[in-house]
């Protein structure tokens, strides 16, 4: 059972999980976001299908989980696809936190590493299709440029501590992500790792 307010008349009511879903519906009617929901509903449905096929079962067999992964994955591919880089960091991010949702710590360590050592490259979504990861822009210089664009430090700290290892073994053990990109991209990981090992050290970030 679920507990939903009613936007029709702002009572709170205890429903079963298809009346949550129509009060929610009826919530995205009223604030204007229902196209967006429907397309987002459609898109898991479709991908449900497609997996059921894919795999020969039933399309109630195929578990939220590896909808949401194969999504994210077609937006990944997407977004390489047209150089997309800031989009291509996003998804990779929302991975992360899937494998962290999931219970996969270790694997979600690694595509936050991945996560920081990207976004420290400054990637945007502004070149043509078919560029080099090599074109993006300039590397961040600073902590402080760094961290008003960013709150990937803080979520590493925490994964680190929830994982029980200190900074530079967390660098160590989840940098191999980063490490594979490293060629592609203008700042050395090396470099990369030794400003986060100093930021992520830091008392006060």
């Not at 307010?5 to 298809?18: E, F, G, H, I, L």
């Not at 991209?185 to 006060?204: F, K, Q, V």
């Amino acid at each position: 059972m679920f507990v939903r307010t009613d936007p029709r008349d702002n009572v709170r009511r205890v429903v079963t999980a298809q009346g949550a879903q129509d009060l929610d519906d009826e919530r995205a009617k009223r604030d204007g976001t229902w196209e967006f929901v429907k397309a987002k509903r459609d898109r898991e449905a479709a991908t449900r299908e497609n997996l059921a096929a894919k795999f020969n079962m039933s399309p109630e067999s195929v578990s939220p989980t590896d909808v949401q992964w194969s999504i994210l994955n077609e937006d990944a591919v997407e977004a390489m696809k047209h150089a997309n880089w800031l989009d291509y960091l996003f998804v990779r991010w929302d991975m992360a936190n899937e494998l962290w949702d999931r219970g996969s710590f270790d694997r979600a360590a690694s595509y936050m590493v991945w996560a920081c050592y990207f976004r420290m490259n400054d990637p945007n979504n502004m070149h043509p299709q078919g560029v080099d990861m090599t074109s993006v822009n300039r590397p961040f210089a600073t902590k402080a440029e760094f961290d008003r664009v960013s709150g990937e430090l803080r979520s590493i700290r925490a994964a680190f501590l929830k994982l029980g290892v200190s900074v530079d073994e967390g660098l160590v053990k989840y940098g191999d992500e980063a490490e594979r990109e490293s060629q592609r991209l203008p700042l050395a990981w090396s470099e990369a790792r030794n400003l986060m090992r100093s930021w992520l050290n830091d008392p006060i970030s």
